[in-house]
């Protein structure tokens, strides 16, 4: 079966640190992957997704990078954070829908 | 472009009562998929129904049910019965049939009273 890892869960910043969020499936090949950002309270923004190694695709100019290293692996980076960086941010992969991870609480202060 | 309206943001609800979510959707694709999921305070997000644009028959998933009506494009949430573990956020969602991504609405809380 298919599982999604996202980590850290929470995490607080100072502005102006770099920041790096990992996400990682396992049981399938080739999925296409997401980074999603929730502000409180709020519905979700797709900030990025991937349909394959080295394929990136933006879908919000911001502060924030995205990367595929490996087939299962999607990492979320930031050279240096902004307070308004702060949210929920998910990982997920296509599915029926969409399957997302646990999320990470990022707090930028 | 998808779109995705949810125009409660917040609904109380006693436990035991139904609860109906509003989902409307604005669409130019003919094959598209529509989708509802719940996020509890733990901020997870849990699938919960699926409804595609050619379903004749309207979706339904235990407690919950989907009131598709394709001409409004509207795509409403029913849970009957509501229980506390019911209270969270619920997202409308839906995906055209040649979009890489989900698109959602805003949100509606509910909050299930004993």
């Known amino acids: 079966s298919q599982t999604i890892h996202q980590w850290p869960a929470t995490l607080v910043q100072p502005v102006g640190s770099p920041l790096s969020l990992e996400c990682t499936v396992e049981g399938t090949s080739n999925p296409n ?12 923004q797709l900030l990025f997704y991937s349909v394959g190694i080295g394929q990136i695709s933006s879908e919000v100019p911001q502060n924030l990078s995205a990367s595929r290293p490996q087939d299962r692996q999607f990492i979320l980076s930031s050279k240096k954070l902004l307070l308004s960086d702060s949210g929920f941010y998910l990982c997920a992969y296509r599915g029926l829908g969409a399957f997302f991870g646990q999320g990470t609480r990022l707090t930028v202060v | 472009a998808q779109k995705i309206t949810q125009t409660q943001p917040g609904m109380f609800v006693q436990e035991k009562e139904a609860v109906t979510l509003d989902c409307t959707y604005d669409t130019s694709d003919q094959s598209y998929g529509l989708f509802w999921y719940k996020q509890p305070s733990s901020g997870e997000m849990i699938f919960l129904i699926y409804q595609g ?48 991504k989900l698109s959602f609405g805003a949100g509606t809380t509910v909050t299930v009273r004993a």
């Open chain 2, 53 to 100: 644009s050619y379903d004749e028959q309207n979706a339904t998933e235990g407690r919950y049910s989907l009131n598709f009506q394709k001409a409004r494009k509207s795509a409403n949430l029913v849970i009957s019965a509501s229980q506390l573990g019911d209270s969270a956020m619920y997202f409308c969602a839906m995906r055209g049939s040649n979009d890489y």
């Open chain 1, 33 to 44: 992957l997401y980074w999603y950002r929730q502000a409180a309270g709020r519905g979700l």
